[in-house]
């Protein structure tokens, strides 16, 4: 019961630090290789934990179980070692004993979670894929005579504002790889056909994840992509999307550019520059999220405004409360992590892994006072009350930002009436070179991009 419990509050955690959303099935039944991608350190395994809808044992560097904290949580996960090179040169024959672990896991029915790139990273594309992963499932069916059924299934982890609190995270979930079809080719070739999993591995992968050559291409395929959805209608202009409804179109917007930029670097340098003025004038709209509008009908102004400052008024009792308690924790959370300077990509883990003691700490020590000095009652009122305050602090926050940015975006609207005429114009202009650009490659027979 330890992994199932360990498993429920570290997902119970997670998806309070994020706002998670899951594409695709889950996890797939059966003996299943979980390969996914490796950008944000232990947050990644406990993102497929919440999401994968079963028990999948992570596979984590050796020098993590040595940790007080981690190691624990590691260890009644099932999490099985892995030691690298540059960790322990002299016990890398210890990977042998991982390597049948995992095997008698699978072969077990069980599944298994490990991350090909082999480190983790805040690059903005896949590194290189190990082919650890590939021999595990392929030694794994052949001692099982080619009848085990063992899938590796990529997962693509995408984070948005990923080292903040209620950033998002969307795990995307693809369509698992049988195993058992290799085998004419392993048994001709072990190593060849080790690479040749990992390929495919590897191209799976590009297939739920968001790959773009530069970080700054990033921001360019993010503001692409709101321009289309909201000039052709798909999307209001001030609605703030989930993550994993935009996924794909950034995917595609990133291949696209990824092709002009390679086909047509001229025209894609033009498009680019377009893109970033129309960054700059948003920016200077107050833009965050979303877009401007073409205009403010005055009618749905005042529904908007009155609803949301309805909202507002009721919530802010609670949520001040919810904030006056919990801001010890939160702010000793914030300053550990501060104080520490993990790595971008290790920052989440540490606000989180820091987060998941001092929290419930403070709310133990609240509740033993509060039963010294109020009693049974009133402790068990207070322990029960304060989470829902808590959610009601961190509704009223993110509801407040987003309508506080929506008014700024409406005043400077107001005080610069050309610069939103000119929005429009340039929006239109871009949407028109989107378009052309499309055509072109559905007239030359590549409708796929």
């Known amino acids: 019961m330890l992994p199932t419990l360990i498993r429920r509050l570290v997902g119970w955690a997670v998806a309070v630090f994020y706002h998670v959303e899951r594409t695709g099935p889950g996890l797939a039944p059966g003996p299943v290789l979980v390969t996914a991608n490796h950008p944000n350190s232990l947050m990644d395994p406990l993102l497929v934990f919440h999401t994968g809808g079963r028990h999948a044992r992570p596979l984590a560097k050796a020098p993590l179980f040595d940790k007080a904290v981690v190691g624990t949580v590691l260890r009644g996960l099932g999490g099985l070692p892995v030691y690298r090179k540059q960790d322990y040169p002299d016990q890398m024959h210890m990977n042998a004993r991982t390597f049948g672990a995992a095997i008698e896991a699978l072969t077990g029915g069980e599944a298994v979670q490990i991350y090909p790139e082999g480190r983790s990273h805040s690059e903005p ?259 029960i009350g304060a989470p829902i305050l808590g959610f009601a602090a961190i509704t009223w926050r993110a509801r407040q930002a987003a309508v506080r940015e929506d008014v700024r975006v409406f005043l400077r609207v107001r005080r610069r009436p050309d610069a939103h005429d000119r929005l429009g114009e340039l929006r239109a202009e871009l949407v028109q070179s989107f378009d052309e650009i499309a055509r072109r490659w559905s007239d030359d027979g590549d409708v796929g991009t």
């Open 125 to 383: 594309s896949m590194s290189e894929l190990r082919t650890g992963a590939a021999r595990i499932a392929l030694m794994t069916e052949d001692r099982a005579g080619w009848t085990l059924g063992v899938k590796v299934q990529p997962v693509g982890l995408t984070y948005e504002q990923k080292p903040f609190f209620r950033g998002r995270a969307v795990a995307a979930y693809g369509e698992p790889i049988e195993v058992a079809s290799y085998r004419e080719q392993y048994e001709q070739d072990e190593r060849a056909t080790a690479r040749s999993l990992t390929d495919d591995i590897r191209q799976a992968l590009l297939e739920v994840t968001l790959q773009v050559e530069m970080s700054e291409d990033r921001e360019l395929v993010d503001l692409a992509e709101r321009i289309w959805v909201r000039e052709r209608g798909e999307a209001r202009p001030r609605e703030r999307q989930k993550l994993s409804e935009r996924l794909p179109r950034m995917r595609a917007f990133a291949r696209a550019y990824a092709r002009l930029r390679a086909e047509d670097a001229e025209r894609a340098q033009e498009l680019r520059a377009g893109v970033r003025r129309y960054q700059r004038m948003v920016t200077a709209l107050g833009v965050r999220e979303g877009d401007v509008p073409r205009r403010y009908r005055p009618g749905a102004v005042a529904r908007y405004a009155a609803g949301q400052l309805l909202m507002l008024i009721l919530v802010l009792p609670a949520a001040v409360v919810g904030a006056f308690f919990w801001a010890p924790p939160y702010l000793l959370t914030r300053f550990v992590a501060r104080r520490v300077q993990p790595k971008h990509d290790q920052l989440a883990t540490y606000k989180l892994g820091v987060g998941f003691f001092t929290f419930p700490s403070w709310l133990g020590m609240v509740w033993v006072t509060l039963l010294l000095t109020m009693g049974m009652t009133g402790s068990w009122v207070v322990a």
